[in-house]
């Protein structure tokens, strides 16, 4: 099974702050990567696919880069309603693994 | 307006059986991959099983296989989980969700509310 890391597991950052999560799979992926956030009692919404593609109706502020074993998502401009825990996902192969989140927090 | 509506979730002993559903409206059922995705309480997300646009492609995770089975009505519009031998590590929100094809593959493109799961005595 491919082994998804995030990190960190958590974040506390400023609004206005730029903000980088990062997801490191075990094996080569390719670009088979896609960004969920979800807010407490919520489903997940997805943000980004194909490691760079943005989801149709989200902000221009999140983006995604990556190939083969690490990726990021960075938030340019953290604003209050970006809280959330957000998680990758590769689904190259199965199972199709989640990274274990990144909970970010607005201070 | 693409949605996704789970159904079937409820409280039930271990070793019990639960059948989830998921009625979709908004896009040819029948055309789609669809998985079910679980969030124990607390805790992260987990992918449990696919299922191809035809049916004929289904696939689990290893806690799940021979306990689970997938499988979908094209006719219905409506995607089921069939749930034995159940365990209290299966107690979770349970998503439904619909694979979004794009140039180089899919992805969980739209997913329902969820419907929670307990196993519990």
């Known amino acids: 099974d491919i082994q998804m890391t995030q990190s960190p597991s958590s974040l506390s950052a400023s609004v206005g702050d730029r903000v980088t999560i990062t997801c490191r799979a075990s094996?080569?992926?390719?670009?088979?990567l896609a960004w969920f956030q979800q807010k407490p009692g919520k489903a997940p919404q997805p943000l980004i696919y194909g490691a760079s593609s943005l989801q149709s109706g989200v902000p221009s502020k999140f983006s995604g880069s990556g190939s083969g074993t690490d990726f990021t998502l960075t938030i340019s401009t953290l604003q209050p309603g970006d809280s959330a825990t957000y998680y990758c996902?590769?689904?190259?192969?199965?199972?199709?693994?989640f990274g274990q989140g990144t909970k970010v927090e607005i201070k | 307006e693409v949605q996704l509506l789970e159904s079937g979730g409820d409280l039930v002993q271990p070793g019990g059986s639960l059948r989830l559903s998921c009625a979709v409206s908004?896009?040819?059922?029948?055309?789609?991959?669809m998985s079910w995705v679980r969030q124990a309480p607390g805790k992260g997300l987990e992918w449990v099983s696919s299922?191809?646009?035809?049916?004929?492609?289904?696939y689990y995770r290893d806690s799940v296989k021979g306990r689970f089975t997938i499988s979908r009505d094209n006719s219905k519009d409506t995607l089921y989980l069939q749930m034995n031998s159940l365990r209290p590590e299966d107690t979770a929100v349970y998503y439904c969700a619909k694979w979004t094809p794009y140039s180089s593959g899919h992805y969980l493109g739209y997913w329902g509310q969820g419907t929670l799961v307990t196993v519990s005595s």
């Open positions: 908004g896009f040819t059922f029948r055309n789609y991959a």
């Open positions: 094996q080569g992926i390719s670009n088979h």
């Open positions: 996902q590769q689904y190259t192969s199965y199972p199709h693994t």
């Open positions: 299922i191809s646009a035809s049916g004929a492609g289904t």
